[in-house]
């Protein structure tokens, strides 16, 4: 119970000072998927310029990338960097959607969670944030995503040795808060907030809206 309210009170304390984040920004959940593959190792800003470009070329459709080539993608989405390699994640991906699925949303989201990760982890180019990213923003499935800025702000505040595991992160969260898609869905948002605009490698420890929630200052947090 004292951890189930810490993570609460930390999670109300970023949504007053920053409001719901509105997570994901996207026209509807297939285009979440593939934002999620392009997003990986870049800054959104880039990622979304290469969205657009799949939009403007008219690409950003699931048959429409079904029936295209790595080489056909990869000039359109050069501002997510490895765009060649994201090309092949993407052209991977739309391989699976639709032998599994038949390209379907709603066949995908109706999958066993467990399942559907697993599977989607064996889709070459995907890996746990990613996976979990589809799962939480398309498909509605109560999962934790979690991220660097995750590992960086929670061992800061102590939750965490240095370096925790992907898993070790994801457990936390979820055996010890409420199973609600909404909450996970703004919770990572949240976090993704904090470490871009506060808990940056060089820390703006008084601008932290969670740094006084243990009755002290951020300067005892374990900063590395």
Known sequence: MKKKKELLDIYDSLLKEFGHRNWWPADGPFEVIIGAILTQNVSWKNAKKAIDNL???????????????????????????????????????MDFYFREYGGSLEKMSAEDPA????????????????ADAIMLYACNMPIFVVDAYTKRIFSRYGTFDEEPSYREVQEYFMA?????????????????HLGHSVCKTVPLCDSCPIAS???????????K
Not at 66 to 91: C, G, H, T, V
Not at 115 to 127: D, E, I, N, T
């Open 55 to 93: 939009k403007e070329a008219k690409k950003l459709d699931p048959l429409a990338l079904y029936n295209s080539e790595p080489k056909d993608i990869a000039p359109l989405i050069k501002s997510s960097r490895f765009y060649n390699m994201k090309a092949e994640k993407i052209n991977s991906f």
């Open 115 to 130: 399942l559907l990760r697993k599977k989607l982890l064996a889709v070459k180019g995907l890996g746990e944030e990613t």
């Open 176 to 192: 010890n808060l409420p199973r609600d898609t909404a909450l996970f869905n703004d919770y990572h948002a949240q976090i993704d």
């Open 213 to 223: 929630l243990k009755g002290q200052s951020c300067q005892h947090c374990i900063i």
